[in-house]
């Protein structure tokens, strides 16, 4: 099963696509975590990375395809994967449709979850994320149990830097000029399926599965 997530930043693709990865047993790749991680650990890449990512703009392409193309030809994902923010751009997308040919395979599934701009402001603003694992929350529809408290490994729970306002609206300014497009290059390989990502998460998780085992 090899799925790509697309949607806008905060629409829940994060969110989903760790519940499909722990259902089917496949790695959740995310260029957003990774890119999070390197700068955690002061790497050159995520030095490189940061510069971007804090004014609301894409990481350069060169700096993510080798990294992603590198990482689905690791034996854990044999039997697939679900990238989550990658690709993003549509030289990300041939890349990853170049690598994938090479050993005849495709991506199956782009799954777009939908949700009006409007919505993802007021959500980015409520999300928590763990400077630990990773993990997130939303202060009102996925609260921890203790507040500012990872439940998963009690680490503590961050407002990110890039979900300040002013930065939430240049990311989505950056998603519908380069990301939007994605939709459309995916509905021409045959592999889209569009979910309404407004309801509650775990009815996206359900209408989800549903497209997935059709
Ligand atoms: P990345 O980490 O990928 O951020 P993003 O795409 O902007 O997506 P988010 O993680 O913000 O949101 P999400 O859709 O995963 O939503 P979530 O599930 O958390 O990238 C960050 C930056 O890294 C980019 O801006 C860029 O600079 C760089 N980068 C990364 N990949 C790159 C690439 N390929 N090329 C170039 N640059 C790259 O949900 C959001 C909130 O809503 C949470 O609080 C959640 O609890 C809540 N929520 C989720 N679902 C629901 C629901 N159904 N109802 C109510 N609340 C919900």
Redesign the pocket.
Known sequence: MKIV?L???????????KMIADKYSIPHI????I??ANIKEGTPLGAK?KE??DK??????E??CDL?VDRIQQDDCKNGYIL??????IP?AEALTDALSKISDKVEYAIN?EVPDENIVN??G????CVGCGA???VK??PPKVEDVCDKCGEKLIL?D??KPETVQK?LD??HEQTQPLIDYYTKQGVIAEVD?????N??FDNIVKLLEA
């Open positions: 997530m949607g806008a930043p905060g629409a829940g693709k994060g969110t989903q696509a995310s260029t957003g975590d890119f999070r990375a971007y990512m609301g703009l894409l990481v350069p392409d700096l993510v992603v989550d923010g990658f690709p993003r751009t990300q979850v959500r980015m409520g999300r928590r994320a997130t929350y939303h529809y996925n990110r890039d979900d990311r950056v998603y990502g407004t309801v509650d998460m009815e996206v």
